[in-house]
């Protein structure tokens, strides 16, 4: 089968393209770096099947990070290349199509961004262009499929002029002469897209633009979710499962072995769907009804921050205050994808140099950033008993983050490189992306989380009837009540959170605890272990020996917190 | 530049004129005239099309030795401030 390679520098729309071209939905947004592993499709190609890869974004086939060795070792078995080009920045591009030429390797150029040129006032001579450059040259624009069928149609054309291998001057000195014959700029004057593109760079603008970002983030987040689950969710739950639980409660006894796995403890006599932790009760409620609203609501926001390009702007204010925790301003990407799930945000730490960096980013991210599942509880369960307990468990975990941080810079060996990036222009986000995007991860969530919940309710269950859970409490207990004077039961919830942050949390509503102690609990419970998922990604990112490291880090960090928080509340 | 020279005798240097990216002023146009990094640097700078004779605008610079924003061919790169310290700039005559 044909292998066919979508390569160019990052941030280009190599990802759209593909998705195009393939049908194979892969996550777009507006900043270098998103396409971090390689994806793979089929299309048609003159009645045949081709594979398309969309390999990640490389300025240059002399690597300079892991993404773009990803790159340079996918560029060896690919049979063609289309060579995906940002039409607004040609010189630069050029360099990686030239290198390219150089490889031999049959190719066309996908000259993307095309509609941007016109309003920046560039005009590209397009035959001049094929012409020096000896391949196809197709203008496209991936985001409204504006030739690409013609791209397609130009794919069997594919052809390699094998340029003699060359040094870097004289291939940027080529550039500049295919430049001058073929690239014409017109004067023209800001556009208001770039007053504020340099407003947000600036340190004063800058500061305001990204509180008031982050503020209406936060409150939308906030709307979307509590909207969802007070006027959908809930009034669901209320008026069609509930009736439906009740009579089957009634049906099975009200009690007994099996009624304790599928409807749960009654509380008071009756169906509570998150203290009764039966499968069909908290098990669908606990993902439905508690965790889906918010995962639906920071998704939502977190694809317009994306897409908007606003993310690298956030990255430049940022980096001074993480220097000082051993990173540089681009580790607030994964940071802030840590607040959806950790899963993807420690896949997302390749975008980030050196391996020092990348430890101190994951480590952090699965210590002190809280996933979406889990910060949804604590505005359920938290949020019940005042919402200035909830900004302490945040507070605390945003000090934590500081202070760990800046620990790990002081002792963690090695180099951290410094910033240096590609800030895109800002962009209306695209509707469609927006919500595909949000249809993808949504999706993701339930596929990935609906079993390991399910599973989990019923694991717990059983271990509580066979008397496990009693040995592990009283085996804990100088711990769990002694340093964070939690009841000893909570333990158990402690466990299960290696399983589901979100179940666990969940675990701690019924018993009782005073609203210190749920803080406390909600504190560790989000420090102490990462989810299994989270575990395998940090053991394949990291290996085991820096594995380790982290959870050393991790329990001594969650025990001294806890023990502090103990004390003080 | 000739006529300044008059009367400094020979011991105006050229390179007098030169500044970094972290003391050129935001807003002011140059050209990159040199790139004092190791080899990993260079690698990183030619990779974004920063490279000694490129034409450059300083868009902004963060407080407390922050990164410095600049426009290379119609794009923003951020530059850490360490790194910005070690590249030369000729800065435009301003008119």
Redesign the interface.
Known sequence: MTRILLMGNPNVGKSVLFSRLTGVQAIVSNYPGTTISYTRGNMKLAEELAEVIDVPGTYTLEPTSEAEEIALRLLDSGDIVINVVNAINLERNLYLTLQLLERGVPMVVALNLWDDTKHRGIDIDLEKLEERLGVPVIPTVAVTGQGVKELVENIPRATSPQLPPTTRDQRWAAIGQIIEQVQHIRHRHHTWRERLSDASVKPLSGGFIALGILAASFFIIRLIGEGLINYVLNPLFDTLWAPVISRLSQLMGSTGFLHDIVIGKLIDGEVDFVQSFGLLTSGLYVPFGMVLPYIVSFYFVLGILEDTGYLPRLAVLMDTIMHRLGLHGYAIIPTLLGLGCNVPAILATRILESKRERFIAATLISIAVPCAALQAMIFGLVGERGIGYVAIVYGTLFIVWIILGFILNRTVKGFSPELLIEIPPYRLPPWRTVLQKLWFRTYGFLAEAIPIILGAILVINVLYILGVFDAIANFTAPVVTGLLGLPKEAVTALVIGFLRKDVALGMLAPLALTSGQLVVGSVVLAMLFPCIATFVVMFRELGVVNLLKAVGVMIVAALVTGGILNLIL | MRRHMHGFGGRFRPEAELVTLVQLK?GQSGTVVDIQGGR?MT???????I?PGKKITK?????????V?IE????????????ANKVMVKPDRVP
């Open positions: 935001s990993r690698d990183r700078f030619n990779a974004l099309g490279i868009t902004s610079a963060m407080l407390m030795r922050g990164p924003t290379v061919d119609r794009v923003e790169v951020a530059i850490g401030f360490g790194m």
